[in-house]
């Protein structure tokens, strides 16, 4: 049978004449009445058997291709912080790394609170990271250089506890004791340190000639 696709909301009967003039055709056998009920019914007309129907026609959504899908799912599937932001895929990791280097910039400018506040950002970004002894390290840092010798101590402690074979770390801690007028700690604490790196041994040398 001839088919002819009907459009929405047109006139049937001139999109029949239309359409099938062009392939010598013409519109017969279908009234007024048909005519009516089919201009409401966008979809295939056909003649058969003497006489025009109508054949259903639903509009389908096509299925998104394959690597759509798996590129929306693995968007639902990364992980979140607690904004809604899409965390990197290192676990925090790379963006603790640029605030840690936005806060370095701001050690060597003497801007102390700004830089221990970009090292504490940099910690919630990956707590757990490799990086976040140095940056207790670096906080405790900025906390002496600010006359907070209590703060530095504390700092330094997370620092030993996260990574205890760093010398730096007891390094630190001596130093936060030092301030703090503990200096039997204080040179405990640079033992320790040099007992990891020989080549701070000249600290602890130091540190005795200056506190008999």
Known sequence: PLAVRLAPGGDALAQLAEALGRHGAAVAGLG???????AGRPGTVRWRDGRWETVAFTHRRRPPPADAES?????AARPRDSNGREKDAGGGALEAEA????GNRAFRAREFGRASKLYTQALMAAPEGPGAPALHSNRSACA???GLWREALAEAEKCVAKAPEWAK???RRARALEAGRRLPQARAALQEAASLDPSLGSLVRDFVASHP
């Open 144 to 146: 002496l250089a600010m």
């Open 71 to 75: 590129r929306s799912g693995a968007a």
């Open 32 to 38: 007024d009445a048909e005519g009516d009920a089919l």
């Open 169 to 171: 770390g007891h390094l």
């Open 99 to 102: 605030l840690r280097e936005a």
